[in-house]
Each structure stands twice: as structure tokens, then as C-alpha cells.
């Protein structure tokens, strides 16, 4: 077998993935997306958990399977220093390496910065923590729920006067990976000019801190500390999302004074467009709490995807809040080839969510998630030039499988 | 001089998704020229926080200063335009068209987020961009890509969010009576879509450095949302998780959340048997531990216990302060961790070691304490050297460094 060339910006960068769960993989599959070949080092010893999480099969686990399509996968024993061995020549021959292990644990394996860089000195060496590298608190561990507690973002998400509720208990790892990747590249593009590569330090509290950049800049500037305040907005009224029928929901971002007369017109609401209380958004912003209130009221009858057609039609921002249902029906995200078909070593196909961007020459996104160690042999034969008998030898003692 | 430093981009953006791509490039060194509309500037510059000014002589007696003074005083404009040059472009004209045209001949990239339709009407039609500027990176940010359905043509974050299933299932363990929440402050959306954005152009430049071949970039913020939940979306859609109404739909239930403690809040974050037995350490052995069977969590995780539980979180961090609790709480493996605001980020050790917050002096604002980006590059760390431009300070430097560049 030899590298599968998908094309795509990123075709010919070699990615080498130390990665578990959700964040970390993220940044490789992003990287995959974007044409790269990436590796992910993978034992039986030290399973990623979504290869087991709720599953009996390690290779038909489908949360793996959601994270990890167009990647590769090599099974070599990281707790034994032949396994360490060849990962440092693996990394000889690999441009990224990203590493999302606990605090402190690659260096405990030997595949420090210091290490790797002294095999390949102009690796760019990806590190991801809650807090970090460094700093009081790196020692800390936690899940993406705490990433944006930390971070400052939770803490804006809830009702008015109330303890913040924060947002929905999966978000945060993806954004995390997000950060990365782009650091990554751009280290990629500096060593392309250059030929020096780096160490790349990223935190996931700060990328929660970056999401609400504007929030942090009041309080930097007028010592303002912002608290939730529901679906208001300090530049739009009304704002939210309301009650249709059948418990649906729809949200509504009114921008201008004339798409409030448009709001309210399409509302079949003309009292609204009248009273004098929401003449002006300096007079909605007043009285919202009423504003909302009336609002709620006229919808409740209201089907909700009907309503937002009627609205958009008058030249409001409106749209159904989407259940799963709906986001899974989503004939636009279909036609765009968001959702798209992939396929496994063994023919079978299935559906993955997609990048979020097109581009011309992009990179074709064809190949499921791999099997664990479906990689080996062009791993170990092709990269690394090891013989059948060598290859055995790994085999037998437990190194590779 | 950082990662970037020898691209050229020119930012056509005029809401945040856009400015906020411009700044990620721009902090690690590429010349970003921003264009402006003459007098008004970037929308931008009317949206708060707003710095509050020590008053000059001026203010209140010359129209003009205080109309010119206000469009500076825009905390988030300074936020996203940091280390960008402003000029000013009346792009409603045919003059001011063709003189873009030749601005696009001297830079890399193109960045614009207006709504899908706009870029064709000042002569960078993506449909024939590769052909007639087949070295040009152009990178449009969008609500729904560059075909959006028709009832889908007026967007804000909001009802973005809302179609890419973070609004319906924002809250977690949501109360069915109240409305789903927006998420974060106003911009998530934008900032979300802006990453994906940097990423695809910095790749992008990466590989036109070997073929001298441009390309265009088309960003969805549905998309970007919601392949930011592909961990349970791509299972949903693969047919492996079931597909429901429910609002709880992407949650993990049991007793994790957020909890009042005397300073503030907490968050718990509670799933294996770990947790549970450094909980049970962290408080003492409390008698109400015993009457849970071991690993509840995973195996018998009724509503009624996880509201037990809760409750007996809820008792004991309303008599702990946050930093202690968590401090005394990750020792055990206990993931509780503070919930944080702006002003706790300003005086938390982590983010003063890790120098989160950059003094920066604006030429208006005054000095004051930005915050920065989450990764730390050890040979080209992204760096704040300029504040964000005056409406039209670089107009004569961006425009006259055309001269050298006619045909």
C-alpha cells in the first residue's frame, strides 16, 4: 500500500496524532479534511475511550467513527521503549505531531519536545491542555464543560437574574481542536519559508476566553463584568426564540426599526407595529420583558417553519430552531455536501459529517475511520522501510500488531 | 515578525466573522489593509462596549470631531482590527470598483463576509475568480455558503445558531418551559466561523507557495456550527444514535452542572466511579453517599438520584469559595473547577503567568488590557505591535503603494 493522495491544500503534510477523545483527533481530522495523511498512534494498552464507549467492537464504535474519518491508524505499544523507538522514527518522517495527552504525559513517555525535536528538529510539535503548558493551575484536568466555565463563557450563558446554565454540555473540545489546527498550519507555512518548526502551546480555557473576546474588552475597558441576560442582545430587539405549535421553536433577530414593522407584519400583528412602546429599538429595549411577552403569545399558534418563511419572505432574520430531526433532514446541509458517504477497507459505506467550508481543488473526503492498526504494514513497510521479518519481530513481541 | 509576515491580505469584511479572520492573521504578522466606507467606516464601529474618553477641549462644540471621535471609541472595533492598516474605498462607485481591482493585484487574499451576491457586484464573482485571478486566495464567510435556500436569505448569529442544533439543545438538562438560550455573549457564531476561516486560508497559502495557484474558500456558519458537534451529529446521521424532538437530545444527563458557591459558581463535572469516590473523599464520607449504589452513574443513573445528588452539591458549594472547593477538589480527581468571569480572568494567576491579557494603547481609547489568543508559538507567537486603525489613517499609504504596481 502506498500514501493515499486525496489532493487538497494540505496533500503531502504527514500529521502523527498522540490523541484521545474529542479535541485532540478533532485537529487531525480537520488537517485530513484539508488533504493531509494522518496517523494515529494507537494501542491496545492505551485505547481511546470512544473506541469502547458503549461498544463491544473497537472498530465499529461510532463516536470514534464520527471524529476520526480519512485518517490512518498504526498500533504501536507506547509503554515500551521499542514502541517509543519507533514513534521517533515515525516522527522522523511526519511534519505535525499532536498530542493531547494529561498534563505531563508525553514527557513521562520519553516524546517530550526536546526529545522529538532532537530526531526532527523542525517538527511542529502540537501541545494541548485545559490551561495549557504552563502556568499555576496546568495540572488541572477537566472536560469541555469546564474548559468554558473557566474560560469565561459560561458564565453569559442563562436567564436573567439567574445562576448561569451554560452551553450544551458538548460544546468546547471541537472549538479547542479548531485553535490548533490554525496555529499548526500557520507553524507549517513559517517552516515552509524558513525550515524552522516549533512548539505550539494551546489552551482550551483561553480558546473558551477567545468566543467572548467583545465580553472581556468591557470589562478591559469600563470595568464592566457582563452577566447573562437570556437571548437579549445590546444591539437588537426583539431577540430570541419563541414558542410555536407542537412545542417547536422560533428564533428571531429583529436589526432595524423597519424590520420591525416587517416583524410585526408578518406576525399578522399590526397592535405591535402601532404601540408606542416598541416605536424605536431604544423603546423595545425598554420595555423587552413585555416586548417578549407579547410576542410569545402570538406565535404559540403559530407553525414554526411556516412562520420563519413568512418572515424571511418579509425580509426578517428568522429560522426554526432545529431539533436533531430537523439538522439531520437539513436538505441544504445535504446539497452541500456536508453530510457526505465514506467508505471502510471492507466497502462499507457511511455517513460523515463534512468540513464546514468548500473550496476549489479541495481535497477529496472518501475514506472512513480505520480499523485499529489497519495501517500497519504501510507504516512500518512503506514509511519506516522495516522487512516482513522485522515487521514480524514487532508482532510477536508485542510491539505492533 | 511572525508566521505570516510576508502575506498580503485585503479585508473587505464589515461584521465580526470577518474582522475577527482579518485579526487572526493579522496577529500573526500578515498585512491586513482594511477597507472602509468613506466617513461611516465598519458597522463595527458602532457596536459596543464603548471606551468611555477623558474629554478634550473639542468634545461638544466641533460636530465633526465629536462624529469622527465616535467611530474610535468602539471597544470591539479596537478588539478585532488590531495590526491592521484602514483605508477608505466608496465601493458604490465605479471608480472606487476599479481602484479594487487594483488592490486585489497586490495582495494574497481577499476576506469578505457580506451576504452571498455581494462579492460579483464589485467584480469578484467566485464563479470566475480562478480564471481571471488564478493566484488570488478568496475566502467568503457566509450564513449558508454561497447558495442559500430562499427562506433562509436574512441571518443574524442568532438564527444561524439556531439552525445548526447548538440553539435548540442550548441549555443542557433544559427546562421544557423556558425558550433555549442564544449561548454566549453575541458573537460565537462569528468567531467559530472565523477559525474555520483562518484555518482554510493559511492552508491555502501554505500549498500556493509550491503552485502559485490561488483558490476560493467558501465558509457556512451553519456548517461551522454544526460540524462543531460532530462527535454526536455524526453519529445521529450514520444511523447510530437515535434521532429525536428532545432537547436533551445531545446531553449526557447525571449530576454534572453548575452550582452557587459563597463567591459565585462552580462547576462539577461528575461521570466515572473516580469522581464519585474523590467526591466521597472531598466531603468526608458523607452518610448520604451510602445510600447510591456503586457505579450509579453509569449503570443506574435515575432522575431521581441525579436530583439527590444534586442537591447535596448544591448544599455543601454554597458554603465553599470557588477557587478553594476546586483547588481541594483536583488534588482528590475531582473535576470541579471555578466558573469564571471577566473580571476573574483579568486576576487569575493562570492567565497573568500565561500573559493572556496584552497592554494595548489605542490612539483614542487609551491603554487597556485585550485579551489575546489561546496558542503560544514558540518561534512565531502571535503579537499585538499596532492598535486597531483610525477610519482612513492608512488610506494615502495603502493607495499610493499602488503607483509602484501599475502595469
Request: hydrophobic share 40%.
Amino acid at each position: 500500500m502506498t500514501q493515499r493522495l486525496r489532493g487538497g491544500p494540505l496533500q503531502g503534510v504527514r500529521v502523527v496524532e498522540l490523541t484521545k477523545v474529542w479535541a485532540g483527533p478533532y485537529v487531525g481530522k480537520l488537517l485530513a479534511f484539508l488533504g493531509a495523511e494522518v496517523i494515529r498512534i494507537e494501542s491496545m494498552e492505551s485505547l481511546d475511550v470512544t473506541r469502547t464507549y458503549g461498544v463491544k467492537d473497537i472498530n465499529n464504535a461510532p463516536g470514534f467513527q464520527a471524529v476520526n474519518p480519512q485518517k490512518l491508524s498504526v498500533q504501536i505499544d507506547m509503554k515500551t521503549p521499542a514502541g517509543i523507538e519507533l514513534i521517533l522514527d515515525l516522527l522522523r518522517h511526519s511534519d505535525i505531531v499532536v498530542e493531547n495527552l494529561r498534563p505531563g504525559a508525553i514527557d513521562r513517555l520519553g516524546l517530550g519536545y526536546a526529545t522529538v525535536k532532537a530526531t526532527k528538529p523542525d517538527i511542529v510539535f502540537v501541545s494541548m491542555g485545559m490551561h495549557g503548558n504552563d502556568g499555576p493551575l496546568a495540572y488541572q484536568t477537566g472536560y469541555a464543560p469546564c474548559f468554558a466555565a473557566l474560560g469565561g463563557l459560561s458564565s453569559l450563558v442563562g436567564y436573567e437574574g439567574e445562576p448561569p446554565a451554560g452551553m450544551n454540555v458538548r460544546y468546547a473540545d471541537s472549538t479547542f481542536g479548531t485553535a490548533a489546527a490554525f496555529a499548526a498550519v500557520a507553524a507549517l507555512t513559517h517552516r515552509r519559508q524558513t525550515g524552522v518548526g516549533q512548539f505550539i502551546d494551546v489552551s482550551a480555557v483561553e480558546t473558551m476566553s477567545s468566543m467572548v473576546g467583545d465580553a472581556l474588552m468591557d470589562f478591559a475597558l469600563n470595568k464592566v463584568v457582563q452577566d447573562c441576560d437570556g437571548n437579549r442582545h445590546a444591539e437588537m430587539a426583539p431577540h430570541g426564540a419563541y414558542r410555536c405549535l407542537n412545542d417547536e421553536w422560533i428564533a428571531v433577530a429583529v436589526s432595524s426599526d423597519s424590520a420591525w414593522e416587517a416583524f410585526a407584519g408578518a406576525l399578522n400583528a399590526p397592535e405591535l407595529a402601532d404601540d408606542a412602546r416598541f416605536r424605536t429599538f431604544a423603546d423595545r429595549q425598554v420595555n423587552e420583558a413585555e416586548l417578549e411577552r407579547m410576542i410569545a403569545r402570538r406565535t404559540l399558534q403559530r407553525d414554526a417553519a411556516e412562520l420563519a418563511a413568512a418572515l424571511q419572505h418579509s425580509g426578517v432574520a428568522a429560522a426554526k430552531s432545529f431539533s436533531s430531526v430537523d439538522l439531520v433532514a437539513d436538505q441544504h446541509l445535504w446539497g452541500r455536501g456536508f453530510f457526505r458517504e465514506v467508505t471502510d477497507r471492507r466497502g462499507q459505506a457511511r455517513t460523515v459529517v463534512g468540513p464546514s467550508w468548500n473550496m476549489s481543488r479541495a481535497a477529496a473526503i472518501v475514506d472512513a475511520a480505520p480499523r485499529l492498526g489497519e495501517q500497519n504494514a504501510y507504516v512500518f513497510g512503506d514509511i519506516l522501510g522495516l522487512s516482513t521479518e522485522e515487521q514480524q519481530r514487532l508482532s510477536a513481541t508485542g510491539v505492533a500488531r | 515578525m511572525s508566521a505570516l509576515r510576508t502575506f498580503k491580505v485585503l479585508e473587505l469584511s464589515e461584521s465580526v466573522a470577518g474582522e475577527y479572520c482579518g485579526k487572526l492573521l493579522a496577529d500573526f504578522g500578515a498585512q491586513v489593509i482594511k477597507i472602509e466606507k468613506p466617513g461611516v467606516g465598519s458597522p463595527t464601529r458602532r457596536m459596543g462596549p464603548f471606551a468611555r474618553l477623558t474629554p478634550s477641549p473639542l468634545m461638544g462644540e466641533d460636530a465633526s470631531f465629536d462624529s469622527r471621535l465616535n467611530l474610535e471609541r468602539s471597544g470591539l472595533f479596537a478588539y478585532l482590527n488590531t495590526n491592521k492598516h484602514s483605508a477608505t474605498l466608496d465601493l458604490s462607485t465605479a471608480a472606487g470598483v476599479a481602484t479594487l481591482a487594483k488592490l486585489v493585484d497586490a495582495v494574497d487574499v481577499v476576506i469578505d463576509d457580506h451576504p452571498s451576491g455581494w462579492l460579483k457586484s464589485v467584480g469578484l464573482d467566485p464563479a470566475t475568480i480562478e480564471t481571471h485571478r488564478p493566484s488570488l486566495v478568496l475566502c467568503s464567510i457566509t450564513a449558508f455558503g454561497q447558495d442559500p435556500p430562499p427562506d433562509r436569505i436574512h441571518a443574524e448569529d442568532l438564527t444561524v445558531f439556531h439552525t445548526s442544533g447548538w440553539g435548540y439543545h442550548t441549555p443542557s438538562a433544559s427546562n421544557e418551559k423556558l425558550p433555549p438560550l442564544k449561548g454566549a455573549g453575541r458573537f460565537m457564531v462569528s468567531y467559530e466561523a472565523a477559525l474555520d476561516a483562518s484555518l482554510c486560508v493559511t492552508a491555502a497559502l501554505y500549498e500556493r507557495m509550491h503552485s502559485k495557484l490561488g483558490r476560493f474558500i467558501d465558509i457556512s456558519k451553519q456548517a461551522v456550527m454544526a460540524s462543531r458537534v460532530d462527535y454526536v451529529l455524526g453519529q445521529m446521521v450514520a444511523g447510530d444514535m437515535d434521532v429525536t424532538t428532545r432537547r436533551t437530545a445531545f446531553d449526557l444527563g447525571g449530576p454534572a452542572g453548575i452550582f452557587r458557591c459563597l463567591d459565585g459558581y462552580a462547576y462539577i463535572w461528575m461521570s466515572a466511579p473516580a469522581h464519585w469516590e474523590g467526591l466521597r473523599k472531598l466531603l468526608g464520607n458523607p452518610e448520604w453517599m451510602n445510600a447510591f449504589p456503586e457505579r450509579w452513574m453509569e449503570l443506574e443513573c435515575t432522575p431521581e438520584r441525579v436530583a439527590q445528588c444534586r442537591h447535596h452539591l448544591a448544599e455543601w458549594l454554597k458554603t465553599q469559595e470557588k477557587e478553594q472547593a476546586s483547588a481541594a477538589a483536583q488534588k482528590l480527581g475531582v473535576t470541579l473547577v471555578a466558573v469564571n468571569n471577566a473580571s476573574d480572568l483579568q486576576s487569575s494567576p493562570q492567565f497573568q503567568h500565561r500573559q493572556f491579557f496584552a497592554r494595548v494603547n489605542h490612539q483614542v481609547q487609551g491603554p487597556a488590557h485585550y485579551p489575546t489568543v489561546p496558542y503560544k508559538l514558540s518561534a512565531t507567537p502571535a503579537k499585538i505591535e499596532s492598535s486597531a486603525p483610525l477610519l482612513g489613517q492608512h488610506t494615502d499609504t495603502s493607495l499610493s503603494a499602488l503607483q509602484g504596481q501599475q502595469p
